[in-house]
């Protein structure tokens, strides 16, 4: 069984059964609160230099805002097993993004446990039972830990394809500029070719030692002082 296979089989084991029913319970606690919730797990991520830019464009703060609140909510709803596997590809979809637009996975996961204090504190203040709190905090701590594993698995695999398409573009450039520096060198050496022969034609007694010399042309330099670059 794969690892993805693995966390599809928790996520739908979280959403079956009493389980499901909880979660459900635990949202009509939380959202009434989510306005503050979304609102202090901002504040706090604009408190870092690295990523206050990004987000401090108001269109992006509406968006990202909205979006968050969605996210929190639909964890929270029930799920089919065909709603579970769109789940999935959603939470690939979120760290594919953060990938792409070269966000620290340090920083996004400082975000989730932002939003893990907030909900814990707040489902506290409404339950007094400690075991309804605990049978709570359970059941949050494995849906989130089982959604930030299909985070991390798309944003790591997203990073690889980036750093394996760079390379190959490197490649490719490196292979381009070659192939044009061998076509410079070729032309180079007939221009010596075709200077010797017109010198050979136009002069009847010449000695070998009055030809052209091949390693003072332009593309015997070359060889001397530049063909060793080729091989670093």
């Not at 400690?130 to 594993?149: K, N």
Request: with cysteine; net charge negative; aromatic share 10%.
């Amino acid at each position: 069984m794969t690892i993805q296979e693995i966390l599809r089989k928790k996520l739908q084991y979280i959403y079956a059964g009493n389980t499901g029913t909880l979660l459900q319970d635990i949202y009509s606690i939380l959202e009434p609160e989510l306005p503050e919730i979304v609102n202090t797990f901002y504040a706090e991520l604009l408190d870092i230099p690295a990523i206050a830019p990004i987000l401090e464009n108001s269109i992006v703060q509406k968006n990202l805002r909205n979006a968050l609140r969605t996210w929190i909510t639909v964890l929270f709803q029930p799920h089919t097993e065909s709603q579970t596997l769109s789940m999935i590809e959603r939470q690939k979809h979120i760290g594919a993004v953060h990938a792409n637009i070269n966000i620290n996975l340090n920083y996004f996961t400082h975000g989730i446990s932002i939003l893990k204090r907030e909900l814990y504190a707040r489902i506290h203040q409404h339950l007094s039972s400690r075991e309804d709190f605990a049978e709570a905090f359970l059941v949050i701590g494995q849906l989130f830990d089982v959604l930030m594993s299909i985070i991390s698995e798309a944003y790591f695999s997203h990073e690889i394809v980036h750093e394996t398409n760079e390379f190959s573009l490197r490649v490719k450039g490196v292979t381009h500029n070659t192939a044009i520096e061998c076509e410079r060198l070729r032309s180079l050496l007939l221009d010596w070719l075709r200077n010797a022969l017109t010198f050979l034609y136009q002069t009847p007694d010449i000695t070998p030692g009055q030809l052209p010399k091949l390693q003072y042309s332009n593309f015997g330099l070359w060889v001397i002082y530049k063909s060793d670059l080729l091989s670093h």
